[in-house]
C-alpha cells in the first residue's frame, strides 16, 4: 500500500501539480487580457514559447541558469508585449471584437515564425544529462525543478493577489474589468491598466514558458500546443476571474495527470495521449452545465 501510494505521488500527482501550475500561470495571462480588453487573446501561448526562448539564449550564450534567465526572460517579453499592443492591437481597440481576435491569430504566427527563424526548429533542453531527484525518507523522490516550479508559481500567484487587492493599479484594473464606462467617468486612466494589463500577462506567460521548457524541453509549436487546456482553465475557472483562472489551471493539470493513473486495475485508466482530451471535455462540460465558470466570469 505504502509503495502504490508513492509511485502515485511521485509519477502522477506532483507532475500533475507542476502542470497545473503552468497552466494557471497562463491562464491567468488570458483571463486578465479578456477581463480588461475583452478578447480571447489566441497568441498566449506564442508568447510563453518567446519567452522560452529568450531564457535559452541567456542559458546557452550567457551560461547562466534557468532560474537566473527567468526575470530578464519576463522583462524581454514584457517588451514585446508592449510592442505587439502598441502595433496590432491598439488600432483595432475601438473596433469590433472579431477583429481583435484575428489579429492575435496573425500575431501568433508572426511569432511562431520568428522563433523557427531565429532559433530554429531543432528541439533544444537548458540542461544537458539526466538530473537526479532530491530523495525524501529514503522513498520519496522529486526533481529539484519541481520543487522550484511550485514555490515560485506560488509566489507569482500571490504577487498577482497582492497587485489586484493591494495596490492603485490593481484596483483599476479590477474596476475597468467590472465596467470600463463607469472606471472612465471615475478618471482611471484605461491606457495605464492595459500596460499594467501586458506587464502581468507577459511576465506570467514568460514564467510558464520557461517552466514548460525547464520540466521538459524547448519546441517551437510547444506554446501553441498548450493553448487548449489553458483556455480550458480559463474557461473552468471563470472567463475574465484571474482567481478563478488560478483555480481551474491546477484542477487541469491534476486531471490530465491522474486520468492515467491505474485507478482500475492495473491499467490506465485512460491512455497518457488522451491527455488533451481531457482537458477538452472539462471545458465542454463547463461551457454545457456553467458557462459561466466555477467563479462566475463572463
Known sequence: MVDGFLVFFNFYLMPGLVLGSIYALGAIGVSLIFGILRFAHFAHGDLMTLG???????VAGLGLGPLVALPLAMIGTIVISFGIDRLFYKPFRDKSTILLVIASFGVALMLRSLIMVIWGVDIETYSQGIQRPLVFFDTVRIAERHIWIIVLTIGLMLGVHWILTRTRIGKAMRAVSDSPELARLAGISTERVVQATWVIGGALA????????????????MGWNLLLPIFAATILGGIGRPYGAMVGGLIIGLAEELSSYPWIGTEPLLSPGYKTGIAFAIMVAMLIWRPSGLFRGR
Open 206 to 221: 514568460a514564467a510558464a514558458g520557461v517552466f514548460i521548457g525547464w520540466d521538459t524541453q524547448l519546441q517551437s509549436t
Open 52 to 58: 522560452a526562448y529568450l531564457a535559452l539564449s541567456l
